[in-house]
């Protein structure tokens, strides 16, 4: 197939899978808080209510307020066509490799966090403040176990990385492997805002975060947002899928290959899902000031990871 | 025109300007006119003398005296410093021409215009020295030049104090210099630099490590390592703008120049451990420069305590490059030197950006506390914009110049996994982590500097009654916003440049591994890739996508002017905004055992204890260094002088008599060894 | 040999997986987690000495192995959750040291038993063994230092044991039978004391915060 016609197919499926994996993880919450939940569809239903909304703008805003949900989005974006979904040699693979996508992540949440201070409210400059902080905290075990994974794959490019694991077989789970997997999934709790880091679902001025960034936008913007939000979830996921189990995405671009890896894919980050909203569900939100704690257990899981990898095979 | 003639040609500009600032003294205007015309024509012509070094040959330049030898020598890696003071330089001066109109009538023009073409001079010839005494001189004028420079508001006090900081700080760092000099030309018998080169050969390996550590004290304190750089945000910021853009954007890389000189070239970067010093030290100044900055609400000092940061990074590019030499690995110093380089390049135009920013900011608000600011994106838009672009640079956010280079900085990290030795592996890898977490918490800085005194409404009649600053000004800044993206997105075609002036130094030539068709790979496109041009066309080419989206699937909407939501209160005015003190607060709080900080809250009652009428919130974080290693020390040094003060009668008699006693000591002496 | 390098990636994870129930002994705050990660720890030390004595053959391993199941993972922190419950501590555990410098020492040990053992030439599974004996070793004696409860020094003493046992049960397969029954009987009797003198401990300062026990200098 045209590379551009698979770039462009990555993105649509991005932007159309994004709001599943956010109704999946409800789903699975409400039944282990044993509600019935709403539909899996419902984050669709959302967005699409929200885009046909007016908006209503603070009239403190400047430019920033609103250029940062369409930046934030085209980044997220943008991040995405880095990363392998359903096709391990996509076409824009070698324009960056993971530190990118980290790096173009954290320009959306960059001007996520501008916009947030942009209207005056202290709700805002709370949440953009938080924000930032927990990003912080975040970034120096995320970047030790991008080093651990390179290290053992032999690359930071994720086309080459979901390659490599996937021609290993069942010896790709070395401990090194597996301790930087739990790393990168504490890692990913922050990242997309769950509990015990962040609570997507609250607004209640003491604990959110990325709540209280987006308060002021509503609307069209708000759904531009909320789908951001949504695609980096989906973003995070499928790393964590595509770096650890990548078995059953398509090695070359052929339509049946490719229709499988969509199902593995969707399956594989269901299951992800749905062992993010059992970790949510049993854990209690912890307070700001102990999220370093639980930062640094994953900075020195990939530490572990690295040092044992050295010690093991560098000898 | 020859090597020769622009080399000379910009000197003899700068001296024209220095003059005739002298001259025009009185006249404000045409004075700082030529002067900073002059300078940026002779900036120009630096440009190109040194792309013509960098692309052709070296230039030298000798003239033997019978005392002494002294000479110019541009290689490619001066060339590359030069390069860095040239651009920088030409865009600071046009922008001095609007800024100094603030000065006009309330200070003394040419003599800020003379200091002004002098010190970029000085720079100059710094970086092309060839001889340890005429480097001396030169860097002994640049020092002084810039000691002026910084007391040039010498009416307030604290102006004075830290002139009187950073001239104390910069002489010790002379000191060491000169002690590393003397070190490396005992073992050449000459000063000329050209000899150091071969006299370190045969020299013991005690004394090279003397050598460098000297140089390492002396250059670093210039650079502004931790614990030495704590004239660093004092100075810098008393400095006005257009020279603090200067002195931080590229003064304190000509000690990175001399950095690299002296252990690359001199000393051929041959021991582990010099490397493994330099990357620790290295990595605690970039974090602990970020976290000082993050406690900052002065944007100089803010910007300041960046500098500390950055020139972290790049040593760290610089000291990994010197692991990789000392063990044998010529190619990947030459990539971690191909980071440090191309970092030192984006700082130096990203900073200078963004202290031409704050300059802006403080031409027209008159305050330095971003504090007070704030709104003033809508009041002054180009400067905002330019100060957006130089914070997402230094932030190191794609597809920007900063990404870039810590791009580069990150993978010459991780080739360190081709080293032999398991644990300057696993200390190369850790600074990993200080690198990531550095500059996530620049990223945080970034977004309190420019949403605390860009965004929401005004926080002061100041911020209220601001306004755009003139054209001259922002052209400046424009030029270096559109250097970093340039550097940003067009990264590969620089990278030829770099790797030029690194191969010599390390021995090797990686541009085929690591510049591939548009894009940067590290030293093998398996190994990990970025192409910053495509990402920036991603970026560009995704912008419709959600306007497509939001057309297809929601139709046309409308948007309302409100109110900010207030939790239904009727009040929302800059006091309820959200402080830059609040928003570091996180951090102050994870950060506790470093900063130390303590508050102090004061309430008065309006009568009764139960209707409060005022509170005043004050907190303060402790200036550790400043406390514990610098106290000491000064009083240390009060208490020595006070004991020596006994031999001090001021009686001319006692004096004559030391003169005696030494006279005669020295006379037994030569006798008993004679 | 040959069998030993034939479960070694095996031992890799285990050996990786007992360094991170050190780790989470360091990195947790409450009691009862302290005592399930020590638990977790000593399941994997009893499995580390199974596949030692499945690969070697030599059965006196596999009582080893069992006698480290029964007591270090069932009897032992049965015995510390029984204390918790009866003197009704707090489940906190207070600590001189928090919990993210903790972690960086921790890691910084890991490095430094592996600097001290590296000098010694070693194939490259005996190599990581050894590094994490060590370093268990050097981590307990840490929470021992760096924790307030009577409790948690106990459980780091018992941390430093399991560690000893991980390097001679890697490197040597094993002390011979009747010595490791001997440690096995002190450790077992180890924590039966402690126990008693936590109770005692307890009821004398109505805390088992070891702080305490500086009032006792008069």
Same mark, same amino acid.
């Given at each position: 197939m045209n590379p551009v016609a698979i770039a462009i197919f990555q993105m649509l499926v991005i932007i159309a899978l994004a709001p599943l994996l956010s109704g999946i993880m409800k789903k699975v919450k409400a039944f282990f808080q044993i509600r019935k939940g709403a539909s899996i569809f419902q984050p669709y239903y959302d967005i699409a209510k929200l885009l046909k909304k007016d908006s209503v703008v603070s009239e403190n805003a400047s430019w920033i307020f609103h250029a940062a949900p369409v930046i934030s989005f085209v980044a997220i974006l943008a991040a995405g066509m880095l990363i392998p979904i359903y096709i391990s040699d996509m076409p824009f693979g070698f324009a960056g490799d993971l530190i990118a996508i980290v790096y173009l992540l954290a320009l959306a949440r960059f001007f996520t966090a501008l916009a947030s201070l942009d209207t005056g409210s202290s709700f805002g400059g709370m949440g953009g403040s938080r924000e930032m902080f927990v990003a912080s905290m975040v970034e120096p075990a995320m970047m030790l176990s991008i080093f651990a994974i390179a290290l053992n794959v032999g690359s930071t490019n994720l086309d080459v990385i979901s390659q490599t694991v996937s021609s290993r077989g069942f010896s790709a789970f070395s401990p090194y492997h597996l301790l930087a997997f739990v790393a990168l999934f504490i890692i990913?709790?922050?990242?997309?805002?769950?509990?015990?880091?962040?609570?997507?679902?609250?607004?209640?001025?003491?604990?959110?975060?990325?709540?209280?960034?987006?308060?002021?936008?509503?609307?069209?913007?708000?759904?531009?947002?909320?789908?951001?939000?949504?695609?980096?979830?989906?973003?995070?996921?499928?790393?964590?899928?595509?770096?650890?189990?990548?078995? #059953?995405?398509? =090695?070359?671009?052929?339509?049946?290959?490719?229709?499988?890896?969509?199902?593995?894919?969707?399956?594989?980050?269901?299951?992800?899902?749905?062992?993010?909203?059992?970790?949510?569900?049993?854990?209690?939100?912890?307070?700001?000031?102990?999220?370093?704690?639980?930062?640094?257990?994953?900075?020195?899981?990939?530490?572990?990871?690295?040092?044992?990898?050295?010690?093991?095979k560098g000898g | 025109?020859?090597?020769?003639?622009?080399?000379?040609?910009?000197?003899?500009?700068?001296?024209?300007? +220095?003059?005739?600032?002298?001259?025009?003294?009185?006249?404000?205007?045409?004075? $700082?006119?030529?002067?900073?015309?002059?300078? +940026?024509?002779? $900036?120009?012509?630096?440009?190109?003398? $040194? *792309?013509?070094?960098?692309?052709?040959?070296?230039?030298?330049?000798?003239?033997?005296?019978?005392?002494?030898?002294?000479?110019?020598?541009?290689?490619?890696?001066?060339?590359?410093?030069?390069?860095?003071?040239?651009?920088?330089?030409?865009?600071?001066?046009?922008?001095?021409?609007?800024?100094?109109?603030?000065?006009?009538?309330?200070?003394n023009i040419g003599y800020l215009c003379f200091l002004y073409n002098i010190f970029i001079l000085s720079m100059v010839l710094?970086?092309?020295?060839?001889?340890?005494?005429?480097?001396?001189?030169?860097?002994?004028?640049?020092?002084?030049? =810039?000691?002026?420079?910084?007391?040039?508001?010498?009416?307030?006090?604290?102006?004075?104090?830290?002139?009187?900081?950073?001239?104390?700080?910069?002489?010790?760092?002379?000191?060491?210099?000169?002690?590393?000099?003397?070190?490396?030309?005992?073992?050449?018998?000459?000063?000329?630099?050209?000899?150091?080169?071969?006299?370190?050969?045969?020299?013991?390996?005690?004394?090279?490590?003397?050598?460098?550590?000297?140089?390492?004290?002396?250059?670093?304190?210039?650079?502004?390592i931790v614990p030495l750089h704590i004239w660093l945000p004092y100075a810098h910021p008393e400095a006005p703008s257009n020279v603090s853009a200067l002195m931080s954007g590229v003064m304190i890389k000509t000690a990175i120049y001399m950095l690299i000189r002296v252990s690359f070239d001199f000393l051929g970067a041959s021991v582990l451990w010099w490397g493994v010093l330099l990357l620790i030290i290295a990595s605690a100044s970039a974090l602990l420069g970020v976290m000082y900055a993050l406690m900052e609400h002065d944007i100089k000092r803010l910007l300041a305590f960046h500098s500390v940061e950055n020139i972290g990074i790049i040593l760290i590019g610089v000291s990994v490059s010197m692991i990789f030499m000392s063990t044998g690995h010529p190619e990947l110093a030459a990539f971690g030197l191909i980071a440090a380089l191309y970092h030192t390049m984006n700082h130096a135009i990203f900073k200078s950006l963004l202290f031409m920013g704050a300059g802006s900011l403080i031409f027209s608000t008159h305050t330095k506390n971003i504090?007070?600011?704030?709104?003033?994106?809508?009041?002054?838009?180009?400067? #905002?914009?330019? *100060?957006?672009?130089?914070?997402? +640079?230094?932030?190191?956010?794609?597809?920007?110049?900063?990404?870039?280079?810590?791009?580069?900085?990150?993978?010459?990290?991780?080739? =360190?996994?081709?080293?032999?030795?398991?644990?300057?592996?696993?200390?190369?890898?850790?600074? #990993?982590?200080?690198?990531?977490?550095?500059?996530?918490?620049?990223?945080?800085?970034?977004?309190?500097?420019?949403?605390?005194?860009?965004?929401?409404?005004?926080?002061?009649?100041?911020?209220?009654?601001?306004?755009?600053?003139?054209?001259?000004?922002?052209?400046?800044?424009?030029?270096?916003?559109?250097?970093?993206?340039?550097?940003?997105?067009?990264?590969?075609?620089?990278?030829?440049?770099?790797? $030029?002036?690194?191969?010599?130094?390390?021995?090797?030539?990686?541009?085929?591994?690591?510049?591939?068709?548009?894009?940067?790979?590290?030293?093998?496109?398996? +190994?990990?890739?970025?192409?910053?041009?495509?990402?920036?066309?991603?970026?560009?080419?995704?912008?419709?996508?959600?306007?497509?989206?939001?057309?297809?699937?929601?139709?046309?909407?409308?948007?309302?002017?409100?109110?900010?939501?207030?939790?239904?209160?009727?009040?929302?005015?800059?006091?309820?905004?959200?402080?830059?003190?609040?928003?570091?607060?996180?951090?102050?709080?994870?950060?506790?055992?470093?900063?130390?900080?303590?508050?102090?809250?004061?309430?008065?009652?309006?009568?009764?204890?139960?209707?409060?009428?005022?509170?005043?919130?004050?907190?303060?974080?402790?200036?550790?260094?400043?406390?514990?290693?610098?106290?000491?020390?000064?009083?240390?040094?009060?208490?020595?002088s006070r004991i020596l003060k006994v031999i001090q009668t001021g009686s001319i008699h006692i004096y004559l008599l030391y003169i005696f006693i030494t006279l005669v000591i020295a006379l037994i002496y030569v006798g008993v060894g004679g | 040999m040959s069998e030993i390098v034939l479960g070694s990636g095996i031992m890799q994870l285990l050996i990786s997986l007992i360094l991170v129930s050190t780790f989470l002994i360091l990195g947790s705050t409450r009691l009862y987690s302290c005592v399930r990660a020590f638990g977790i720890q000593s399941f994997l030390l009893a499995c580390v000495a199974g596949i030692v004595a499945y690969s070697t053959g030599k059965y006196d391993i596999y009582v080893v192995s069992i006698l480290t199941l029964v007591i270090k993972a069932l009897v032992i922190p049965y015995i510390f959750i029984y204390i918790i419950r009866e003197i009704k501590v707090k489940r906190e555990i207070a600590l001189y040291v928090g919990i993210s410098p903790s972690l960086i020492i921790g890691g910084i040990l890991v490095v430094i038993s592996y600097y001290l053992i590296r000098s010694i030439n070693l194939i490259e599974l005996s190599s990581f063994a050894l590094s994490a004996s060590m370093s268990m070793v050097a981590i307990g004696l840490f929470i021992m230092i760096s924790r307030k409860k009577a409790i948690m020094q106990m459980l780091g003493i018992l941390v430093m044991e399991n560690g000893l046992f991980l390097g001679a049960i890697s490197l040597t397969y094993g002390m011979p039978l009747l010595v490791e029954l001997g440690i096995f009987f002190d450790v077992l009797i180890g924590a039966l004391i402690m126990g008693i003198m936590i109770f005692r401990i307890n009821r004398t300062f109505e805390s088992i915060d070891t702080d305490m026990l500086k009032t006792l200098i008069g």
């Amino acid at each position: 197939m045209n590379p551009v016609a698979i770039a462009i197919f990555q993105m649509l499926v991005i932007i159309a899978l994004a709001p599943l994996l956010s109704g999946i993880m409800k789903k699975v919450k409400a039944f282990f808080q044993i509600r019935k939940g709403a539909s899996i569809f419902q984050p669709y239903y959302d967005i699409a209510k929200l885009l046909k909304k007016d908006s209503v703008v603070s009239e403190n805003a400047s430019w920033i307020f609103h250029a940062a949900p369409v930046i934030s989005f085209v980044a997220i974006l943008a991040a995405g066509m880095l990363i392998p979904i359903y096709i391990s040699d996509m076409p824009f693979g070698f324009a960056g490799d993971l530190i990118a996508i980290v790096y173009l992540l954290a320009l959306a949440r960059f001007f996520t966090a501008l916009a947030s201070l942009d209207t005056g409210s202290s709700f805002g400059g709370m949440g953009g403040s938080r924000e930032m902080f927990v990003a912080s905290m975040v970034e120096p075990a995320m970047m030790l176990s991008i080093f651990a994974i390179a290290l053992n794959v032999g690359s930071t490019n994720l086309d080459v990385i979901s390659q490599t694991v996937s021609s290993r077989g069942f010896s790709a789970f070395s401990p090194y492997h597996l301790l930087a997997f739990v790393a990168l999934f504490i890692i990913a709790i922050a990242e997309t805002g769950r509990i015990p880091v962040d609570n997507p679902a609250t607004h209640l001025e003491l604990t959110m975060i990325h709540e209280a960034m987006i308060l002021e936008y509503s609307g069209k913007q708000l759904a531009l947002v909320e789908l951001g939000a949504m695609m980096r979830n989906l973003l995070v996921f499928s790393l964590l899928a595509n770096i650890f189990f990548p078995w #059953g995405i398509a =090695s070359t671009a052929s339509v049946a290959g490719i229709a499988a890896a969509l199902v593995a894919f969707v399956i594989k980050i269901a299951v992800l899902g749905a062992a993010m909203a059992v970790v949510e569900t049993s854990t209690a939100k912890w307070r700001l000031f102990r999220l370093p704690d639980l930062l640094s257990i994953s900075l020195m899981l990939s530490f572990l990871a690295l040092v044992s990898f050295i010690i093991v095979k560098g000898g | 025109m020859t090597g020769s003639d622009l080399f000379f040609g910009l000197v003899v500009l700068f001296l024209i300007g +220095a003059a005739s600032s002298v001259v025009l003294n009185k006249k404000d205007r045409i004075c $700082s006119y030529i002067s900073f015309i002059s300078a +940026a024509i002779a $900036s120009l012509l630096g440009i190109i003398f $040194s *792309f013509s070094v960098i692309l052709g040959n070296n230039f030298v330049f000798n003239v033997s005296g019978t005392f002494l030898n002294f000479g110019f020598f541009v290689d490619k890696l001066s060339a590359f410093f030069i390069l860095i003071i040239s651009i920088t330089a030409f865009a600071v001066s046009i922008y001095s021409t609007g800024y100094v109109k603030e000065y006009f009538g309330k200070k003394n023009i040419g003599y800020l215009c003379f200091l002004y073409n002098i010190f970029i001079l000085s720079m100059v010839l710094v970086v092309s020295a060839n001889n340890a005494l005429m480097f001396l001189i030169v860097w002994e004028m640049m020092s002084i030049i =810039s000691y002026f420079l910084v007391v040039y508001e010498h009416e307030k006090p604290e102006t004075r104090k830290a002139g009187f900081i950073y001239i104390v700080m910069t002489h010790i760092g002379t000191g060491f210099i000169l002690l590393s000099f003397l070190i490396l030309a005992s073992g050449s018998a000459s000063f000329s630099f050209e000899t150091f080169r071969a006299g370190v050969l045969t020299m013991p390996p005690l004394l090279r490590d003397a050598a460098f550590l000297f140089a390492l004290i002396g250059f670093g304190t210039k650079a502004g390592i931790v614990p030495l750089h704590i004239w660093l945000p004092y100075a810098h910021p008393e400095a006005p703008s257009n020279v603090s853009a200067l002195m931080s954007g590229v003064m304190i890389k000509t000690a990175i120049y001399m950095l690299i000189r002296v252990s690359f070239d001199f000393l051929g970067a041959s021991v582990l451990w010099w490397g493994v010093l330099l990357l620790i030290i290295a990595s605690a100044s970039a974090l602990l420069g970020v976290m000082y900055a993050l406690m900052e609400h002065d944007i100089k000092r803010l910007l300041a305590f960046h500098s500390v940061e950055n020139i972290g990074i790049i040593l760290i590019g610089v000291s990994v490059s010197m692991i990789f030499m000392s063990t044998g690995h010529p190619e990947l110093a030459a990539f971690g030197l191909i980071a440090a380089l191309y970092h030192t390049m984006n700082h130096a135009i990203f900073k200078s950006l963004l202290f031409m920013g704050a300059g802006s900011l403080i031409f027209s608000t008159h305050t330095k506390n971003i504090e007070e600011m704030g709104g003033l994106l809508k009041k002054m838009p180009w400067t #905002g914009m330019f *100060f957006l672009i130089g914070s997402i +640079a230094i932030s190191a956010l794609p597809p920007l110049n900063g990404f870039v280079s810590e791009w580069l900085t990150f993978h010459a990290q991780l080739l =360190s996994i081709n080293l032999s030795d398991n644990i300057t592996k696993i200390i190369v890898l850790s600074s #990993g982590a200080a690198l990531a977490l550095t500059s996530a918490l620049a990223a945080a800085c970034f977004v309190k500097a420019f949403g605390i005194s860009f965004l929401a409404l005004p926080r002061s009649e100041h911020a209220r009654n601001a306004s755009e600053a003139p054209g001259s000004m922002l052209f400046g800044m424009g030029i270096l916003s559109l250097l970093c993206i340039a550097l940003g997105v067009l990264s590969f075609y620089f990278l030829p440049v770099l790797d $030029s002036i690194a191969s010599p130094l390390s021995g090797a030539s990686v541009l085929p591994k690591v510049a591939f068709d548009l894009s940067l790979a590290a030293l093998s496109p398996q +190994a990990g890739s970025i192409s910053t041009i495509w990402i920036f066309l991603l970026l560009f080419v995704f912008v419709p996508v959600p306007f497509l989206l939001s057309l297809a699937l929601g139709g046309r909407t409308k948007a309302r002017t409100y109110e900010t939501w207030g939790c239904g209160q009727p009040v929302c005015t800059a006091r309820n905004e959200y402080t830059a003190t609040g928003f570091s607060k996180p951090i102050r709080m994870w950060g506790s055992g470093i900063y130390r900080p303590h508050r102090e809250i004061q309430t008065s009652y309006a009568g009764s204890p139960f209707f409060k009428e005022r509170f005043t919130f004050d907190t303060q974080i402790e200036p550790i260094f400043e406390k514990y290693f610098y106290e000491p020390i000064t009083r240390l040094a009060f208490f020595v002088s006070r004991i020596l003060k006994v031999i001090q009668t001021g009686s001319i008699h006692i004096y004559l008599l030391y003169i005696f006693i030494t006279l005669v000591i020295a006379l037994i002496y030569v006798g008993v060894g004679g | 040999m040959s069998e030993i390098v034939l479960g070694s990636g095996i031992m890799q994870l285990l050996i990786s997986l007992i360094l991170v129930s050190t780790f989470l002994i360091l990195g947790s705050t409450r009691l009862y987690s302290c005592v399930r990660a020590f638990g977790i720890q000593s399941f994997l030390l009893a499995c580390v000495a199974g596949i030692v004595a499945y690969s070697t053959g030599k059965y006196d391993i596999y009582v080893v192995s069992i006698l480290t199941l029964v007591i270090k993972a069932l009897v032992i922190p049965y015995i510390f959750i029984y204390i918790i419950r009866e003197i009704k501590v707090k489940r906190e555990i207070a600590l001189y040291v928090g919990i993210s410098p903790s972690l960086i020492i921790g890691g910084i040990l890991v490095v430094i038993s592996y600097y001290l053992i590296r000098s010694i030439n070693l194939i490259e599974l005996s190599s990581f063994a050894l590094s994490a004996s060590m370093s268990m070793v050097a981590i307990g004696l840490f929470i021992m230092i760096s924790r307030k409860k009577a409790i948690m020094q106990m459980l780091g003493i018992l941390v430093m044991e399991n560690g000893l046992f991980l390097g001679a049960i890697s490197l040597t397969y094993g002390m011979p039978l009747l010595v490791e029954l001997g440690i096995f009987f002190d450790v077992l009797i180890g924590a039966l004391i402690m126990g008693i003198m936590i109770f005692r401990i307890n009821r004398t300062f109505e805390s088992i915060d070891t702080d305490m026990l500086k009032t006792l200098i008069g």
